[in-house]
């Protein structure tokens, strides 16, 4: 049957993760080994590979970075009547966390730029009650750690790395993960490598780690840590723990993952630079700016529209024209289940103008040329013909 007449000429998906036969192999060697629940022997060698991506810090692998950031912040001994800050451009997880806890996210406002955390905002937003700092790696850029660390020893606040986005991302020289007190990446298939769902939590601290992994499975230890010692040990719950584990399926895919992760982020620069120079002198729209002395993941990879250009009626055409796009992420500060919130007014504009474009590593040259078409067609025509 021929295409009908309105179908797009392309459709170029806004995210799409790359699997092959490897991973297929993966899963099927877990399934065949008999151990496919969580903190196996798999879990193990996730946590040791994805340490020599993190100077050799301790690697727990868990289910989410959702679940990541709150084990992060109970190791912390964060509770309720406390506050965290929390930079507010953001995947709105990171702002639930801190009230699974019981304590109050303080959302404070980014840098216009980078859409990371304003230090100087998040200096004015400290109070006797402030106990943490949650800075974001927004869409896999790092936030401004040095100046962060030194604002957190200042007051004795907990500085945790929302690096959900940020697999591979560095700052001045050093990698994402190695940057704050505790450091969060994300598995989602979103992000830049994946096992469906899943996260990893990263410290330098032993007694941190081995706490958080206690907490991500009862507060006991692994089943399987106890399956190797003679005779039969009776774990103790003596404290409240979570089902936060990450099963050994998952940790087999996300192995195969860190292997491809260096082709997937050159990939990833690479279509980043293409879009930087084609929508260089296109006047409706700004490419993204990479802050000084780090490495971009390009998680995702926004567009800045002009004021007064409609990114719905954008959207609605580059969606019709088979164009996958979407918001950049969230203004914290606007979402209803924190109830009202004072302004973040640089949050709120990205949050407004943001318009995420299709980024992955499956992109061939005709994908990138029929996406830099569409989107130019799509943003003059908005910019001609205001809704
Ligand atoms: C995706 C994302 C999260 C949540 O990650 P999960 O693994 O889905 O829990 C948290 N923070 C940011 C910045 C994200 O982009």
Redesign the pocket.
Known sequence: MPPPDDAPARVVPLSKPTFGEEEVQAIRAVLDSGWVAGQGPRGAELEERFACWCDGAHVVAVS??????HLALLGAGITAGDEVLVADY??P??GHAVRYTGAEPVFVDVRPDTGTIDVDAAAAAITPRTAGIIA????GQCADYDPLRALAERHGLFLVE?A??SVGATYRGRPAGTLADVA?F???A??GITSG???LLVTHDSERAARARRLSCFGVESAHARQASIGLPIPMFEELGYNYKLSDLQAAIAIVQLDRLPTLLAERRYVAAVYAERFDDLEEVTVPVVGEERDHTW?TYVLTLAPGISREQVAQRLRARGVGVNIG?FASHLQPVYGPRPPCPVSADLFARHLAIPMHANLDEDDLDYVVTEVTAAVRAAAAAPA
């Open positions: 989410s970075c959702t679940a990541a950031l953001t995947y997880a990171t974001v790696d927004a869409l929302d959900a986005c969060c994300s598995l989602h979103r992000k769902e899943g996260g998680q992420t």
